[in-house]
């Protein structure tokens, strides 16, 4: 049996009074309702029967035999005159029932999402709007039905079987009035099949058809409120005052039934369901055979209309689109039904159904009967699924009902977890699983663990196997003690219409409902705080589309695939615990975290803002070394580990890096060329430690001693004139704001834990762990002019030893991260951050970067007169490709300066058309120094700055902005040296802020050159 809402396609020859029907939409046609059961006409229902039913059932397997419905009707009441009067021509609204409190549909003519049944009046015996003498009829018409209710129950009783369930069936047909009746056209406009079982207080909906000549009349919902009206009446009369449980249907599913074998596309018919307040049951649903001539039928989806009686929870929800536009996450609603109840339901059903079989047969070991059985002893809660309705698995939370989840834990282990996986060393005991669930979880920790597993049941299995099939599955754990969870394996099947995808989001969507779930149980009523996953860093490109339908893969290791679903690796060095006593540490994954509504944000990005600002994402630092102190721990308790985390390295290096930074960035693998550096960005105005601050001091290419010897110097190509750093008090003091200066000055670290040499795990270098830095930037924002600077680029040079090759910023390990251009990328974002902070929406005015006069022409002997050609032609050559020989009289292990170069230019910037000169900021220098050496000074190309209208534009900073920024930037400068504008002015004939003015008293703009 299946649900129409669309009726017989082979009234081809009633075109035109269609189209009158239809074009008289405006004119609802008034009809009645009629319940065959209190007023039975044989004609009346064979008529119904072969207009309407039999056009739309061509398969005999879901029509019922009209024979059946006879015998149901005549040995109800074979008393009964057959009279009827139904028809009230004063009486438009066409129902038997009082519709004026019944709410259905909240969202209008967009659909319903529940019947309301609060005010149904159900204690009132004038519920038919008829006139008196209808009303008198109906109500001895109730009074032989439970007369004839009685005779049923003893003429059910056959041959000494098990009790037989009470059914009350009801046929519901709507026939219009007279007064609209079309010539030539039958006056039945649709109908209704239903059964109320008054043992289980359940209703189930076999047809609802409509006449296709009166389509568009709304006829399909008025059947539907006519039915439940009836049941919940009906269910009242039983004793039920809250009305029927829960009331069933079944529809075609639109994976089995091809639109050409439907009246109608079977997906349609389920958003017009939907709209109706209809949802899918998560189940495999097998319809038994309703006569001796039918089969079982196992293309149809078991429905629930939803009521107040249907139960719900609160669970999470969150957009799990390819955009990753995690901003719509939130609380929603889900209904669902008790196992126990939809079992009840489908006992009644199929012995119901198996009782008009003869000979008589043992259904109960029917194996289809079985499964669902089956299904339903797996889960306590069967979920009402929104659309689309397509169920290609049944997901099992293999935590409830242990004791016959057992095997299937034991074979997801064996067959589906350790052929797929790849990083055995990575790999928890089945032991360990088993520790964590219900009946030993009390010894070992309080962590609950779950194993979500995609089932599936092959309809076809020859061999009657009750075993499902287990298509993919998700294992993950929350911890009470820091409110996080952990996603520990997820293993996805393939299939054809991105089926992995489908599964995959099918899997997560449920894995955070269970959370959720969890974290309000354990009294964090907001929900729990992070949901974090483990990915390795050295698969990182690997396919997304995976068509074979029985490959199963492990996704944790497709980094890509994982950003799809919404997850963003956590900036800092992870270390996984070992899982076993025979297992090490492992330091090859990263910690990623899922992207939700809770997560924070340092800067809301305004939809004005032009300049795109990205990673704003973070976790504060407490929350992580919470869940890592907890995760250890447990892991180390539960696989019996004897572990000292206070003096292991790899545990004390992890935690360092964590304490490095009070907000832990989230980093999305497309702008960062996957998940496989090992490198942190630490910005020393937000995250002060002084230790990494006195050895990025000690790593310039001068200190304070070097730099007084040579004061003295006459060589004006010395590297070090292209340094105008502060000493070391005055930079820390202008770096922790200690000085009211109008400045934002800022340190960005970029560094790596790869030379602390773990094998050593004695306690003297366990005390002092310090990173190293690979490079840095200072830069800084004007609040007065809106403009950032960035000052001094530099990366440090190694050694044949370390983990890099020769200058040129790529680690061997690391060979796509380009340690400038992710140091130049990573200010602007700041710059950008702090502007916007400052309302500005459209970001700052301009961002500038002041480079040495040393050219790209320092490059490999091999290539020196063709290299400046190479390089305009190839823009993704790392920025500091070309300082080969650049600084070579500085020592190796000292940081070395990023000139200008081609490189830079293809990053956006742009050198300015004038002769730049530095402030000074020594005033003993300034007075030795007869000369300054000019520098360069670029911009960073925008949308936002103007252009000359003349061909060819071009670009140009407005001499105003221009000097406003000079201004406070000049101002800054002397204010935190304490430099004399006195003093600074003794000497006019040389003053670059003299030279400067010259020149923007000859110029109107700053023009730009490419």
Known sequence: MTDKVNSNNNNNNNNNNNNNINNNDNNKI??????????????????????????????????????????????????????????????????????????????????????????????????????????????????????????????NNIDNEEEEENIEFHIVLSICSEKDKIEGQSNILGGIVFEYYPKINCGCITYILVNNNYRGQGLAGKLLKESNNRLNYIANEFGHLGGCNSIFLETNSAEKVKPENDVMDPSKRHSIFHKMGIRLLDFDYIQPPLSNDSNKCKDLLLLCLLTPNIPKQKIIIGNMDNNNNNNNNGLIDRYYLPSLLLESFIKVFWRSCYSRIKPKIQW???????????????????????????????LVDLRESFNSNRSLITKFYNQILVPNFKGHHELESLDSWFKMLP????????????????????????????????????????????????????????????????????????????????????????????IFIESNKNYFHQKNQYLNQNEIIEISYNCEFLEKLGFMKLDFNYVQPPLSFDKNLSNSLNLLVLLTSRIPQQQQQQQQQTIDIENSYYLPNSLIIKFIQTFWENTCKRNDITLNLENDLHYKIMMDSLKRKSKIQLLKSSLHGGWDNNFTLIDLAVDFHQDLFNQFYDLLPFNDENNNNNNNSNDNDNDNNHLNIENKSILQKSLLKKSNYQEDIHILLLVSYDNINCSNNDDNNADRICPTIYGSIIFSYFPTSNCGLISN??????????????????????????????????????????????????????????????TNNYTNNNNNNNNNNNNNNNNNESIINNVKKFNEKECIGKFIQIPFSNEIQNQGWLMLDLKYYQPPRDSLKFQQQQQQQPSLLCVLNSPQLPQISLPPTSPYIPKDLFKKFLASYWTSIFSRNEISIQQYSTNQKNSPNIKLNQQFNEKDKILLLN
Not at 382 to 389: A, K, M, R, V
Not at 806 to 819: F, Q, V
Request: charged content about 20%; proline content about 3%.
């Open 30 to 155: 008034s009809f009645e309702m009629i319940d065959l059961r209190e007023s039975y006409d044989f004609e009346l229902l064979k008529r119904f029967y072969n207009e309407l039913m039999i056009p739309n059932f061509p398969d005999e397997n879901e029509l019922e035999p009209l024979e059946s419905w006879v015998e149901m009707f005549e040995n109800l009441n074979e008393n009964n005159d057959n009279k009827y009067s139904f028809f009230n021509n004063n009486n438009e609204s066409g129902s038997v029932f009082d519709h004026s409190n019944i709410f259905f549909g909240s969202n209008g003519a967009d659909g319903a999402d529940s019947i309301d049944q609060n005010n149904f009046n159900i204690n009132n015996n004038k519920i038919y709007k008829n006139n008196n003498n209808n009303n008198k009829n109906n109500n001895n018409n109730n009074n032989n039905n439970n007369n004839n209710n009685n005779n049923n129950n003893n003429n």
């Open 364 to 394: 109960e070991q029917d194996v289809d009967y079985q499964r669902m059985l089956d299904q339903l002893k797996r889960r306590d809660q069967i979920p009402l699924l929104d659309l689309p309705w397509n169920r290609p698995w049944t």
């Open 793 to 854: 680029i530099f990366i440090k040079r190694l050694g044949d030893f370390d983990h890099f090759t020769s200058l040129y910023g790529h680690s061997i390990k690391h060979k796509t991260y380009d340690i400038g251009v992710e140091l130049l990328n990573e200010s602007i974002e700041i710059i950008n951050r702090i502007s916007t902070s400052k309302t500005h929406i459209s970001g700052p005015n301009a961002i500038f970067l002041e480079t040495s006069t040393i």
């Open 439 to 530: 009946q030993y979880e009390r010894n070992h920790s309080n962590d609950f663990f779950h194993l979500l597993v995609a089932l599936r049941y092959l309809n076809d299995d020859e061999h009657g196997n009750q075993e499902p099939i287990i298509c993919g599955g998700i294992s993950f754990e929350y911890h009470p003690q820091s409110n996080c969870a952990l996603i520990t394996y997820f293993l996805i099947g393939g299939g054809e219409n991105n089926r992995s995808q489908m599964m995959a989001k099918a899997l997560l969507q449920r894995a955070l409902e269970i959370i959720e779930q969890n974290a309000i149980d354990c009294g964090n009523l907001a929900g729990c705080n992070s």
